[in-house]
């Protein structure tokens, strides 16, 4: 008997299926129950989420029209508060966000003077847009679409990224990216029109070091420095396309998934109150604890569901926490 699993629920009805639960279920199941049947979210902030949250808010409000000399010191506010807010850091983890938000205050300024002709020569037709589509039963497959543009004549959708490393391999996958197909449908469902590609909007993070003592703003300032002595080593695009084929693979892909998960779901409505019968159909894959840096549920999955690893999460109401900012209970 396997004692002490969170309390969990299957949803019922309709469900909204995202890039990132997919992304879970496929990387391990195990990340995928306590993620979305138990509806934990870790207490401790998360320094990629972190980063990524914030530099997706200063491209949507730079794509917005917004000034970035406005917009971006409001960012800098945003981020000294939720680092106010966080709790269970040391001193470590405190000068990790301290120099995660002076990169992101660098990183925004050097996008935007580099890329301001952006504004001119592409059409913006929506920042940030939401979107769902019928998949199988009545089920839907959906996300937010970072920016759809008109360019040339054509519609194409505009996908921000950041990365560690940008070097041959990273390039080399980004034609079978799975979650670019799914954007450039959902893209379609949105305007209504045939959408020509995706700009693969890529941003290196900086390899800068602190220096000892230096301010936050002195260091964000030589981020941003160093950006615009060399906007080609921190910044590329790439244009790319999806063939019919490919489109129809991936609507065949993601039905074929989401059966396998409606599958569990309803195995574990069956054996609800019996979690020994439940877990092992949502086994662990251990190859991925530490692929791209720690599970978020490692504590749980090492040391068991007890009173100290329940004070490090707390259960949200909403499904899909990464299509709004969901309250929890």
């Known amino acids: 008997m396997i004692d002490n699993v969170p309390k969990f629920k299957t949803p019922k009805g309709r469900i909204l299926f995202t890039h990132s639960l997919l992304k879970d279920f496929r990387l391990c199941r195990r990340r995928f129950f306590y993620n979305y049947l138990c509806l934990l979210s870790p207490r401790r902030l998360s320094l990629p989420l972190f980063m990524g949250e914030f530099f997706h808010e200063g491209l949507d409000r730079f794509y917005s029209g917004k000034d970035p000399d406005d917009f971006i010191p409001d960012i800098v506010k945003e981020m000294e508060q939720r680092r106010r807010n966080a ?11 301290d120099v995660a938000s002076a990169t992101i205050q660098g990183m925004l300024e050097a996008y935007c003077r580099r890329y301001q002709k952006d504004l001119k020569r592409w059409k913006i037709v929506a920042p940030e847009q939401r979107f769902e589509i019928p998949i199988y039963g009545e089920n839907y497959f959906g996300g937010k679409v970072d920016l759809i543009i008109k360019w040339k004549g054509e519609y194409w959708v505009v996908e921000h990224k950041t990365a560690g490393r940008l070097d041959k391999n990273y390039i080399s996958r980004l034609p079978l990216d799975f979650q670019i197909t799914g954007y450039i449908l959902g893209a379609k469902r949105v305007v209504g029109k045939p959408i020509a590609g995706i700009i693969y909007n890529v941003v290196k993070k900086p390899w800068l070091r602190k ?21 080609e080593f921190y910044l590329y695009r790439e244009r790319l396309y999806r063939l019919t084929r490919e489109v129809h693979a991936f609507k065949a892909e993601i039905s074929e998934t989401v059966h396998d998960i409606t599958n569990l779901f309803a195995h574990a409505r069956k054996y609800k109150k019996q979690p020994d019968k439940v877990l092992p159909t949502f086994y662990r894959n251990t190859d991925a604890c530490v692929a791209k840096g720690t599970c978020q549920f490692m504590p749980i999955c090492t040391t068991g569901w007890d009173k100290s690893t329940k004070a490090l999460y707390e259960r949200r109401k909403g499904f899909n926490p990464e299509l709004a900012k969901e309250d929890t209970a």
């Open 87 to 97: 709790v269970f850091l040391d001193p470590e983890e405190e000068e990790q966000l």
């Open 211 to 231: 220096r000892s003592g230096e301010s936050g703003a002195n260091f964000a300032s030589r981020i941003a420095q160093d950006y615009h002595k060399r906007p």
